[in-house]
C-alpha cells in the first residue's frame, strides 16, 4: 500500500477531479453541527471539524427509504403486486469520515450480510462507496475509541486514511480501490520518508491524547443471566426518558422498522430507523409487551452492544467509541459508565 | 428472478374456511401466481411466513398446511390489529404476497424414531396441522413411534380444524385427546377439562419422547409442571414463540431474545435451549 502526498492548496483539485467520476460527499457545517453533504460549488466542505452530530450511517442506510412499490389500481394487471423500486447506485466518495465511523460500518455488515441473507440495499449502497478516512489528530474528551479495538488513525473500514500534517495531507492507500481512487483524482506524489515517519508519530501522539478509557475483558465470559439480572440497570435507567437520541446518532444502531404508505392508488414500501428505546418496538398485537418498563429498554440497548453482539459475533462489542450517544444524552447517560459496571459485575 | 429476501411472492387467495364460532379465525388457502415461486417454496413444519398485504405491511403466520399437502398454503388468522383484520374483510380470488419459508422448524431428525406428544392450545394450533398432517402421511407415518396429541379450546365452537379433529379421533394410528374448557352441549363426546388436566390423564410416561407445545402463556407454565412431573427433561420440550416481527431474516433487530432472533434462530427452541436465554418474552 502506498503513501501519496496531497498538497492542501491542492485539496480541491483533487475533489473536483473526483467528482468528474463520482458523487462525492464531504463533512459541511450546517448552524452548530456538521454533516455529510454532496460537494458543489457552495459546498466545498471543510475538514475542520471534530465529528458529525449524526453517524454517516445514513449514507448507506437512509433513516427513510422506499424498498418496494406496488399499484392497487385494479385495473392494472399487477395490481397488488409488490414490486422492486428500481434505484441507482452511482459510484459514490465519501471524504473526511473517521476512523471510528468507517470500523461501525464494518461491525454492522455481519448484521445486513450474513451468510444466509444479504440485505441488498445495504450491500449495493456499500459497494457502490469510497471511503477516504481523516484520522483525527485531536481527539475529543468524549472519544474512547482505543478501548474497543479502534483508534483515530484505525484503518479498518476505509480504502484511504488521510493524515493531516500542516501543510500536507499524507494520503495511505489501504485498497486497491482506494489506490485506484488516487490515481483518478491526480494524486501521484510518492511521501518521502520524512513524512512518512512524521505520519506514524501523529497516530501515536493521538493515540496517546484519547483520555477516556473503558474495560472490555471480561464482558465475554461473564454469564448473560448474571448481566441480564445485574442490580445496576434501575440507577442507570433513572433519569433516561426513552427519547431514542443515542440510538438515532449512533453508528452501530441498525434497528429498523417498515411501513407501507399509499399516495391515491400508488403504494410504497418504506424502511425507516426505528429505536430498541420505543415501547412500540417490541408491543403484540394482543397487548403482551416483552419490553413494557424503559428500564428493560435501556438494558436492552447495552446489553445488545456489549454482550450479545460480543458472543453472537465474536467480533468486539457493538460500540466504536465516538462518543455521539454520551455528548448528545439529555440526561447524561454515559455508555462508559455502564462498560465498567457490565464489565467489572 | 430476484433473490432479494423482503420480496414476497405473489399468491392468490383461493378459498377461504371461517374456522371459529366467534369468527375470529379464517384459514385461508394460498396459490402461487408463479409455477417457479411453488417450486421453489420448500418449507419444513415449525416454519413460519410473513403474510404481506400491499397497502397494509406484513404479519408472521405459521404454515398450517403440510409440505405433504401440494399446490397451496394454508395460513389460520386471528383477528387482532391492522393487517389480521383488514384480510380478514378479504374475498376468495384477492392477491397478496407470502415471503419465506422463514425459522427454523420442529426438530424431525431427533424424534425420528421416538414417541411424538402433541399439545397445543387455542388458535396456536397451526404448525401442529401441519406436524400432524405430515407425520400421518403414509410416507412418514413409520419415522415415528406412537403419537398422541391433547389439543383444547375453551368450547367446541372455538377449535380449530373440526372436521380434520374428527376423522384424527378416530383413528389408530394416532391417540387424539380433544378437550374443551367447558361445553353446555349434552352430544359432546370428548373430554372436558384444561390442556395441562388431560395431559396429566394422558400422557404417563416421557420415555423416548418429545414433546411439542404451543398455547397461550397460562396453558404453557401449567403443563410444564406437568411433564416434568414425568420426567421429561428440558431437551425432550419443544416450544415455539411468538416476538413481534418486520424482516423475519434476523436483520431488522425486532425480535430478540438474548443474542437469539426468533424469527431466524427460533421461533422453534428447546426449553433447554430457553432456560440460558433472559427471562424476556
Ligand atoms: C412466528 C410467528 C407465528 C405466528 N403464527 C400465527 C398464526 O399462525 N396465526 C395467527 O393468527 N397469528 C400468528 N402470529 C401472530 C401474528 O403475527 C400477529 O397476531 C400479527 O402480526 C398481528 O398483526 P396486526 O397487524 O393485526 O396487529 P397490529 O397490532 O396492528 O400490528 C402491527 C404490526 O406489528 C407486528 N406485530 C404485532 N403483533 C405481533 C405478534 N404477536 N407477532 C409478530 N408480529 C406482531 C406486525 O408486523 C404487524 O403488522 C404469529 C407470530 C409469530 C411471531
Ligand atoms: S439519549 Fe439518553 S435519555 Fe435519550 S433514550 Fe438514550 S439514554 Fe435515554
Ligand atoms: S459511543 Fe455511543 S454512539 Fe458511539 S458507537 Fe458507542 S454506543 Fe454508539
Ligand atoms: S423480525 Fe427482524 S430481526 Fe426478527
Avoid at chain 1, 65 to 73: K, P
Avoid at chain 1, 140 to 168: A, I, R
Avoid at chain 1, 199 to 212: M, Q, R, T, Y
Avoid at chain 1, 238 to 257: E, M, Q, R, S, V
Wanted: net charge negative; glycine share 6%; proline share 6%.
Amino acid at each position: 500500500m502506498s503513501d501519496k502526498i496531497i498538497k492542501k492548496e491542492e485539496l480541491q483539485d483533487f475533489l473536483k477531479a473526483l467528482k468528474k467520476a463520482h458523487e462525492v460527499f464531504v463533512p459541511a457545517k450546517e448552524k452548530d453541527f456538521y454533516r455529510f453533504n454532496p460537494l458543489t460549488d457552495e459546498n466545498k466542505g471543510d475538514l475542520n471539524f471534530t465529528n458529525t452530530r449524526l453517524s454517516p450511517k445514513s449514507l448507506l442506510f437512509p433513516q427513510s427509504e422506499r424498498i418496494f412499490e406496488y399499484t392497487l389500481d385494479e385495473e392494472s394487471s399487477d395490481a397488488h403486486i409488490v414490486k422492486e423500486s428500481s434505484k441507482d447506485y452511482p459510484s459514490t466518495v465519501i471524504i473526511g469520515i473517521r476512523p471510528c465511523d468507517a470500523k461501525a460500518m464494518r461491525l454492522v455488515d455481519v448484521n445486513f450480510n450474513n451468510p444466509e441473507f444479504k440485505d441488498p440495499w445495504w450491500v449495493k449502497h456499500l459497494e457502490s462507496m469510497t471511503f477516504i478516512g481523516l484520522g483525527c489528530n485531536e481527539p475529543c474528551s468524549t472519544c474512547f475509541c482505543t478501548s474497543v479495538g479502534c483508534g483515530p488513525f484505525n484503518e479498518e473500514g476505509l480504502d484511504v486514511l488521510l493524515f493531516d500534517l500542516g501543510e500536507n495531507f499524507l494520503a495511505r492507500a489501504l485498497t486497491p480501490k482506494g489506490e485506484e481512487l488516487l490515481k483518478q483524482g491526480g494524486v501521484d506524489k510518492d511521501a518521502n520518508s520524512g513524512l512518512k515517519k512524521k505520519a506514524d508519530e501523529l497516530k501515536i501522539e493521538a493515540e496517546n491524547k484519547i483520555s477516556s478509557h473503558v474495560p472490555t475483558d471480561k464482558l465475554k465470559e461473564k454469564k448473560v443471566d448474571d448481566l441480564f439480572n445485574a442490580p445496576f440497570w434501575d440507577d442507570i435507567a433513572f433519569a433516561c426518558i426513552n427519547c431514542g437520541t443515542c440510538t438515532f446518532l449512533c453508528p452501530t444502531c441498525w434497528c429498523f422498522d417498515v411501513q407501507d404508505e399509499i399516495t391515491k392508488k400508488q403504494g410504497d414500501r418504506i424502511r425507516n430507523w426505528d429505536s430498541c428505546m420505543f415501547p412500540l418496538f417490541t408491543l403484540h398485537a394482543s397487548g403482551h409487551n416483552p419490553r413494557p418498563e424503559k428500564v428493560q429498554r435501556v438494558r436492552q440497548r447495552f446489553m445488545h452492544k456489549l454482550k450479545y453482539y460480543v458472543d453472537k459475533y465474536n467480533n468486539g462489542v457493538a460500540c466504536v467509541g465516538c462518543g455521539r450517544c454520551v455528548k448528545s444524552c439529555p440526561v447524561n447517560i454515559d455508555i462508559r459508565e455502564v462498560f465498567s459496571l457490565m464489565n467489572d459485575l | 428472478m430476484s433473490d432479494n429476501p423482503y420480496l414476497p411472492h405473489p399468491v392468490r387467495i383461493e378459498q377461504i374456511t371461517i374456522e371459529t364460532e366467534d369468527k375470529n379465525l379464517r384459514t385461508f388457502k394460498l396459490v402461487f401466481l408463479n409455477k417457479a415461486d411453488e417450486e421453489k417454496f420448500t418449507f419444513i413444519p415449525g416454519q413460519f411466513c410473513e403474510i404481506s398485504i400491499a397497502g397494509k405491511g406484513e404479519i408472521p403466520i405459521g404454515i398450517a398446511s403440510s409440505p405433504t399437502e401440494k399446490g397451496f398454503l394454508l395460513f389460520t388468522v386471528n383477528k387482532t390489529g391492522v393487517v389480521t383484520k383488514y384480510i380478514h374483510n378479504m374475498q376468495e380470488g384477492d392477491i397478496i404476497g407470502v415471503r419465506g419459508p422463514l425459522g427454523n422448524w420442529y426438530p424431525w431428525e431427533a424424534m425420528e424414531g421416538k414417541n411424538v406428544i402433541v399439545i397445543g392450545g387455542g388458535f396456536a394450533f397451526t404448525t401442529l396441522r401441519s406436524s400432524i398432517v405430515y407425520m400421518l402421511h403414509p410416507d412418514n407415518r413409520n419415522r415415528f413411534k406412537d403419537i398422541i396429541v391433547v389439543y383444547g379450546a375453551r368450547s367446541p365452537g372455538l377449535l380449530l380444524y373440526r372436521q380434520e379433529l374428527a376423522e384424527w379421533e378416530k383413528r389408530d394410528d394416532i391417540k387424539f385427546h380433544i378437550t374443551v374448557d367447558a361445553t353446555d352441549d349434552p352430544d359432546w363426546q370428548y373430554n372436558v377439562g384444561f390442556v395441562p388436566t388431560i395431559t396429566e390423564q394422558k400422557i404417563t410416561t416421557s420415555k423416548d419422547s418429545y414433546a411439542l407445545v404451543c398455547g397461550p402463556p397460562i396453558m404453557i407454565k401449567f403443563t410444564q409442571p406437568v411433564l416434568e412431573k414425568v420426567g421429561f427433561k428440558p431437551e425432550q420440550i419443544i416450544m415455539s414463540l411468538e416476538m413481534r416481527m418486520k424482516c423475519g431474516i434476523g436483520i431488522c433487530g425486532r425480535c430478540n431474545i438474548g443474542d437469539q432472533y426468533v424469527c431466524k434462530d427460533g421461533p422453534v427452541f428447546t426449553l433447554a435451549q430457553l432456560n440460558e436465554l433472559p427471562k424476556e418474552y
